[in-house]
């Protein structure tokens, strides 16, 4: 009997060490035989519920994530266009300054550009290429040395946005006019739309799970009769 019972024992641990550890193979090494078997498991009003809260999440993500990304390029489209209204008129109306040597007009004309927080620097050049009469609000922006003159146009540059316009008089160029504008208003739109959005991918998973729970009665009802 003693033989009997010690090999029983020694049977019954030979079992418990071979037998495998249901939670720890989930939690140790979960694959997709586990995941699969687990999804098998899942009632059919609870996968009904997990297709459409999916399905509807994705949707939203997807067209909160183009909006998102249209209303970014369109918003610096926008903001090159207001700099290029902005270098036209102070442009058009530093060519008397210009015209006759005077920097302090120029510079007086330039602080005008107060009123438009988001420009931090702007540089009158004369005809030969040397800075006539400079504007800065930021004290980072002083601390640069203006630019070297380029040929028209505007650029997204180191968290800037950066323009230069030809001033012309008469059919001539006289002299160049450059605008350095921060992006701050392009981040805080950023922020404001991504709360948005956020709230907006809330409310309508909130509303797939609410009608996902009315509607399910009328699919699983004929299935659960059925059965």
Known sequence: PRSLSSSSRSYGANREIGRPKIGMGILGRSGPNEYAMMYRNVSIQRK??????ATVSVALIL?????LIYDQVAYRESMRSDLGILAEIFGSNSTAALSFGDPPAARALLSGLRAKRSVIKAVIYSANGK?????????????SAPPGVRADGSWFEGNRLRLFRSIVLDGQAIGSIYLESDLDDLHSRLKRFSEIVIGVLFLGSL???ALSSQRQRSITGPIAHLA
């Open 48 to 53: 009904l519920r997990l297709i459409t809260m």
């Open 63 to 67: 067209a909160c994530a183009t909006f």
């Open 131 to 143: 800075p006539f009469a400079e504007y800065v609000r930021k004290q980072s922006a002083a601390n």
């Open 207 to 209: 509303l797939a799970l």
